[in-house]
Every structure is written in C-alpha cells, then in structure tokens.
C-alpha cells in the first residue's frame, strides 16, 4: 500500500524517453520538409507541413517541460530534461525559419546549395534520434549516444565548410544584390541548424557521462 | 531592539517593486519616443530623448542589482530580479538601437510599417507595466499579471505576422538594394523587441507561479 | 602521509593561472593578426596564422575545462572558470570569424576602418590578458584586475561608436550594395569582439570581488 502511495507522488517511471522520441522524430520530418524544398522549390504543400511541424514540435515540447513540473524524481538531471526539450525545439523552430523566410522572400526555386544543406541536416537529426533512442537503455545505449553525438560534430564542421563554399560561389556568380541579400540568409541560417544540433549533442553527452 | 536591529541587517522590506515599477516607465516611454520617429521621421530630439532614456534605463537596472548585493531576503527568487532586471533592460536597449541605427543609417522619413511595429511594441510594453505594478500585491495582482502575460504572448505573434508582411512588402515594392539592407534590419530589430517583451512576460509570470 | 594522500585527492594548487595567461595570449596574438589583416591587407599567412591560433585557443579552453573535471578543490568558483574559459575562446573565436569571412568574400584590401577596429580589439585583449595575469596574485593584483575591466568598459564604448562612424561612412561612400552586404558584416563583427571583451572583463570582476 504504502509502496503504491509513494509510486503515485513519485512517477519516477514516467516515460520521458517516449516524448523526447517524439520530439526527435517532429525534427527527422522538418528535416525531410527541408530536402524536398531544396529538391523540388517551395511550394504550398512545404508550409503548411512545416507549420504543422513547427506546432508538433512545440507541444512536444510542452508535453516534456509539463510532466517535469508533475515529476519528483526524473531519470536524468532536470536541468538537462529541460535543456534537451527546448533545445531540441530550437532545431525545429530553425528549419521552420529558413522554411517561412523563403515564403516570405518569394524564393519557389530548387537550390543545389540548399540541398546540400538539407542532406547534411537530415544526417545530424537522424543521429540526433538515433542517440535520443539510445537514451531508454543507457547501459548498452551509451556507446551508440557516443558515436551519434561525435557524427554531430563532424557533420558541423561540414556544415561550416559548407558555408564558406556556397556564400563564396554566391557572391562570385550573382549579380543581383537583393537575390544575395535573401540567399545569404537563408544559407547562414542553414548552417545555424547544425551549431544547434551541436548543442543537443552536447546535452545528450553530457546526460550519459551523469549516469556513467 | 533585536527587532531593529535585525531589520537592519535584513532589510526586506526594501522596494523592489517600487525600482521594477520606475523600469517599466522608461520603456513605455521608450516606445513612445519610437512611435514619434515612425509617425514624424527621425529628428535630433528623437536622438536625444532616447539616449537619455537608455541612460536611464541603465541606472534603474543598476539601482536593482546594487539593491540586490544589499539585501539577504527578498521578495523574489535573487535569480528572478537578476533576470527581470536585465531583461526589463533589453527592451530597452533594443529600441535605442533600432533609433540609433536609424540615425547611423539616415533614415529620417516617417514610415507607415514602422508605426504598425511601433504601435504593437507600446502595447505590448504598457502591458508589462501593468503587470509590474501587479507585482505589489500578488494576492490580488496575479490575475492582471497572467492577463498582461497572455496579452504579450499574444503581440508577440502579431509581430511576426507582421513582419513577414513588412519584408515581403519590402523586398516586392523596393528596388534600391542599399535601402533593402538598412530597413529589413530595422524591421528585424523592431521584431526582436517583441521577443525580448515575451521573455520578460516569461519571469513574471514564473514570479508569480512562485508565490502562489 | 596522510597528507599527500589528500593533496592527490585536492590538487588545490593546481596552476589554473597559468593555463588562463595561455589562453589570454592566444587571444592577443589573434588580435595582433587581425591588425596586419587590416593594415597589409588579407593574404595565405594571415588565414593559416588565425586557423592556427583558433586550434591553439580550443586546447587552451579544453584543456582548462577538463582539469576543472578533475579538481575537487578550486581557486575560484567552478561556474566562473567554466565561464572565463568559454568566454575568452569567444573572443578568439569571433576574431577568426572575422578573418575567415574576409577571406570567403575576398576582402583582401587593406582597410582604415577595420584597423581603428583591431586597435581598439589589441588594447581590450592586452588589457584583459594583464587582468589574467593580476589573478595570480589577487592580494595585490586586485587593483590591476579592477583597472583593466574599466579600461576594457572604456574600450567597449569607444567601439560603438566607432561602428556607427564607420557604418556611416560605408553608406555614405560605398554605392557598390554588393561591398555593402561584406563590409557591414565585417565592422558589426570587429565591434562584437569588444562586447566579448566586456563579458570576460565581467567575469573576472566577478572573479575579483568574491576573493575580497
């Protein structure tokens, strides 16, 4: 009875894995949004999913911060519960961004240079997810929290060079200023999405060297 | 004597609220000096009633954290009057540096998308006034407190609906590309404000969920 | 016995002080490369010299970092030697931004107006690195301390404004809206090396106070 009681104010089992799962699969979906934009130019369809995303990822988001206010004992620092949810909201938020901005700009064409952003995008989220899932069973997860998190790091340093690459043949080949104002943008802001898949690296890392 | 003594060393009756309250105040008026240079054009009074409010702006904070190293037990979390302090601050540095840009950049005609900004920013900013005042007395003041929260989460949203109109408009109808540079990064600024207003609503309303 | 036992649990001495003057020259020697950048205009040995010395403030601030994991006992709070470590590698790291930009937007010309940068960026960084020195000694290094933090406030001031006189100019003489988009770029960066500067200068003031 007592042991019931106790379980009941302490919901110390609650399943903070199944949301953070979710949170990361409403990323791996804002990263596919992001690839067919880039493959196939900007159309209706692309904003109404990545506006549909934008707000599963935020009551993805919400669901997590509100279940840690109702939880007593978490399984990891609640600190961390809470840096990962709203870090992991600032991926989405971000390819949402680039995403609206490009409405907003009018820019509807295909981009190479775009592309290449989302593939490297779609690469650390799915590392990112695979590393969230790593996290329901740290004692055979850890290793692979361990691999995904360094592949973050690497694909960020691609996304830099990345942006050197582009920005540089940018302003070697187009003419218009105000196309340069948009495009410039627009690719910092996808090299931005890869600092933060950084950052949810780093949380993830750190949530495993705790429970080492 | 004990008594007095004691509330010598811990004097906690200190008003805080009364120095949050004189912050509020410079950034209402703050964003009434924006509305003037968005309904006027920008002239050197603009310039100077501004720098005089950023000044001011900086001593109120000032005052609140000097007041904080003094006191040992206050109203509010020591981290809750850190934040509201500075963040109250931003707001106000925000619009200076919209107004300062303005002057840098020598945009000195009136502007209508401006003014919508503006507009938004001083309702926005006069609701977190009234929340601050709603501080004094929780017991009664929580409910305007959640009210003028709500209210700023709301405006927020406005402002960037707003802004992507403003820009798309201005990317459709501008064809100078050096006025494309300076005015989307004024009306990007002029987004930010609204942010910066959220994240103050933000503690307030933590403030307020504290002491409930 | 019992003694070196724990003095190899509590390696309290450890020299933290010498590992902070590696990092602070690191930071003065990238503000003595940004100065030829801008006096001699950009060429192949600035840009390997400025990756060069990014590599050597990361190890500078990993290495810092990872003997903070390993010490029990601190000479200064944990928070704030995590902080000075991140904050110094920001300077470095936002001057190799600089540098880096210039080189993927082929601004290789010399430039009057990034040298009024760099010099107001070499006297910051000189100062806090003899700042970083006084810690060592904070029984009669505290004055130093306090003086270069005020120094460095003066600094931060003189950049603003220097920014708004620069970026004046560029709008005024610049009809090129292409070398508008590079350069505005470049001189907001050169002034958000002395906001770094600033927030170094906060912390170990911070640093200062708590050991007086």
Chains 1, 2, 3 share one sequence.
């Not at 409403?26 to 990263?31: E, F, G, L, N, T």
């Not at 900007?42 to 669901?63: F, K, P």
């Not at 070697?172 to 200023?177: F, P, S, V």
């Amino acid at each position: 009875m007592a042991f019931r009681f106790f379980s009941r104010l302490f919901p110390q089992d609650f399943d903070f894995c199944e949301l953070f799962e979710k949170q990361a699969t409403v990323a791996v979906d804002s990263a596919g949004v992001l690839k067919d934009v880039a493959t196939d130019g900007l159309n209706d369809s692309h904003v109404a999913a990545i506006r549909a995303l934008e707000h599963a990822g935020d009551e993805a988001a919400h669901a997590i911060l509100e279940q840690l206010d109702k939880t007593f004992i978490t399984p990891f620092d609640r600190e961390d519960i809470h840096a990962l949810a709203n870090e992991l909201d600032d991926v989405i938020d971000q390819i949402d961004t680039i995403v609206n901005r490009m409405r907003v700009y009018k820019l509807t064409a295909a981009s190479k240079s775009l592309l290449e952003f989302a593939n490297v995008t779609e690469e650390a989220v799915s590392a990112l997810a695979k590393a969230v899932n790593g996290m329901r069973n740290l004692k055979n997860g850890h290793v692979s929290v361990e691999e995904a998190c360094v592949e973050v790091n690497r694909l960020e340093n691609v996304s830099d060079v990345l942006r050197d690459t582009v920005l540089a043949d940018l302003f070697e080949t187009e003419k218009d200023a105000i196309a340069v104002i948009k495009w410039k943008e627009i690719f910092q802001d996808a090299e931005k999405v890869l600092d933060q898949c950084e950052d949810v690296a780093h949380i993830l890392r750190s949530i495993v060297l705790k429970q080492a």
